[in-house]
């Protein structure tokens, strides 16, 4: 292949979903390495731990109890981010001044404040935040979950996001089949006013900042469009107008299909792999293949396929330096409410960052260049590639029970 060299020599990548620039270094790999390593995550928790706020019947930190539930469960988290109603913030004006000050310092006092409009900007920003547990066993990650038991996890994905849709969205003849009920038994209920975006993720592993072992995810509704989405958009967006329509995603996912170097895996619906402009070591992007906007648009052979992936994924993941992997993984799609042209651009991808670089020991620190330059990697996404899919087969803690 003619990008057969650049397994050796230090380049850049250039990510046309941001519009940005990662520096790869293949060549550092080699480096010895006396840095801070990460205690490898082990598997010995109980089914049921009395003491988490996550695990069915138990009471939560704020006095809730917890539904005995046998799938997933869903609650308004106890410690919002955003909150749905907060006191009022209007950003200052620029005040006309007392009449007795003489004209120069009014016009001091003016530009000063006009200075500060320009650079100190603030703006209130409200929603609301959802936790969302898995699977009722408390030591269950999604690797050890086969993909007919992820499925009710992206069915309860689907119906908090179409509850969300605002109804005068193209997205909201889409929804109408899977729309949440106004009151459930897990006690959602639909927002009070209509949010701009909603971001579902998950944060796995004690490296990446969980808070509580049982594996649950996140969701963050807000009345504003988060930056790295509001990005992606934008270029999303460019790309549709400069090609007569066409979707990114979908024309990179058929790219990558076909070329097959970084590739993980792959089904009729989706295409998983290490992208062309990864910056984390073993990052993977999930890409609908087709025109995907939102969960919406998935119907059950798509739901079905991305239960599988997710699956695959996270089972290659563990068995790479055989530990519980950590990683922070998120869904990117269409934003709750917007023009026409945002959602018709949009496309339903996700993104896993895991941090660990050499072994369950060593992880990738975005530090130094990275912080004041732009990204840098070391291994290859190809190499990375590779060594997931050899990964694939029984998890790996399968064999040690």
């Known amino acids: 292949m003619p990008e057969a060299i650049l397994d050796d020599i ?52 704020q006095g809730d109890v917890n539904p005995k539930y046998d799938k997933t469960f869903v609650f308004v988290n106890d410690f919002a981010a955003v909150k749905e109603q907060q006191a009022e913030y209007e950003p200052p004006v620029q005040d006309g001044c007392k009449a007795d000050v003489s004209m120069s310092t009014m016009a001091k006092l003016m530009g000063g404040t006009a200075l500060a409009t320009r650079l100190l900007r603030a ?17 269950v990650t999604l690797a050890d979950m086969p993909a007919e038991s992820i499925l009710p996890v992206i069915d309860t994905w689907t119906k908090i996001y179409t509850s969300h849709v605002d109804p005068h969205s193209p997205l909201a003849q889409a929804a109408k089949s899977t729309t949440l009920p106004a009151s459930t038994p897990n006690g959602n209920t639909q927002p009070n006013q209509q949010y701009r975006y909603m971001q579902i993720f998950e944060n796995k592993g004690q490296a990446m900042g969980c808070s509580n072992p049982h594996p649950h995810g996140q969701i963050w509704t807000t009345t504003s469009l988060p930056e790295e989405p509001s990005i992606e958009l934008q270029n999303l967006q460019q790309y549709r107008r400069e090609q007569g329509g066409a979707n990114l995603l979908e024309d990179y996912a058929s790219l990558e299909s076909e070329k097959g170097e970084r590739t993980v895996f792959e089904n009729a619906s989706f295409w998983a792999g290490c992208p062309w402009w990864a910056t984390w070591p073993f990052e993977i992007m999930v890409i609908a293949k087709k025109h995907k906007r939102a969960l919406v648009d998935l119907d059950q052979q798509n739901q079905d396929d991305l239960a599988q992936v997710i699956s695959e994924i996270t089972r290659r993941y563990d068995n790479l330096f055989e530990t519980s992997f950590p990683y922070s993984m998120g869904i990117h799609q269409a934003p709750l409410t917007g023009t026409n042209e945002e959602i018709e651009a949009s496309h339903f991808h996700m993104h896993f960052y895991p941090p660990l670089l050499r072994s369950a020991t060593v992880r990738k620190f975005l530090v130094g260049y990275e912080m004041m330059a732009e990204p840098q990697r070391d291994i290859t996404p190809e190499q990375a590639a590779k060594r997931l899919r050899d990964c694939g087969g029984p998890l790996y803690r399968e064999s040690l029970k």
């Open 10 to 61: 230090s380049h850049r990548r250039y990510n046309p979903l941001r519009g940005s620039w990662v520096l790869v270094s293949p060549h550092r790999t080699k480096r010895p390495w006396q840095g801070q390593q990460e205690a490898a995550s082990k598997i010995e928790l109980p089914q049921y731990d009395p003491s988490c706020y996550l695990c069915p019947g138990n009471k939560r930190a």
């Open 123 to 139: 703006e209130s920003t409200t929603g609301k935040c959802y936790v969302i547990t898995f699977a009722p066993a408390h030591n």
